[in-house]
């Protein structure tokens, strides 16, 4: 195993919006990084994305802005950010973008949680909150679900 390959890869597909915790922690876990080690460290990279991601929408979001076929693409990604997100930001605050960041599902982790919220107003503090609660239990949802999976096959293969 190449240790340094594995933790690149797992470092980027953790901050990667379409793989996030889904991809890095079962990757690091199939390249035999022990779970106790893959969850807490792809998680704390993960829970990176909101400082960043916040840094950006207040920085350089506003000089890409002028860019059309920028602003084409963020109004479309703010729009589905909007749909997905408004009816717990609406009821449950910074507590519903931390379930919706929770739920290890696609389009659903710690990029459009902190897109959304920046969206509809939420504070720099309880957005960082949010998304830092929810991509660890997102995490430990992933790693779990990794655990039983590698458990599952072990045992199917022992019986072939």
């Known amino acids: 195993m190449n240790y340094p390959l594995v933790v690149f890869w797992t470092s980027f597909l953790s901050f ?3 793989s996030e915790l889904r991809g ?4 690091a876990v199939a390249n035999g990084v022990p779970w106790y080690i893959a969850y807490p460290y792809a998680a704390a990279l993960n829970a990176l994305v909101a400082p960043a991601c916040w840094i950006f929408l207040s920085t350089l979001h506003k000089l890409f802005l002028k860019m059309a076929w920028y602003e084409g693409l963020f109004n479309r990604f703010v729009e589905r950010a909007r749909e997905k997100l408004r009816g717990g930001v609406e009821k449950w605050g910074w507590v519903g973008v931390a379930l919706f960041v929770a739920i290890p599902l696609p389009v659903t982790g710690a990029w459009t ?3 959304g919220a920046w969206v509809f107003g939420m504070d720099k503090r309880h957005t960082m909150i949010a998304v830092i609660l929810g991509v660890f239990c997102a995490g430990a949802i992933v790693t779990m679900v990794t655990i039983l ?3 599952a096959l072990s045992f199917f293969i022992k019986r072939m």
Do not use: D, E, H, N
Request: glycine share 16%; no cysteine.
């Open 24 to 27: 890095s922690i079962p990757f």
């Open 113 to 115: 949680g902190t897109l």
């Open 149 to 151: 999976g590698v458990q």
């Open 16 to 18: 990667l919006p379409i």
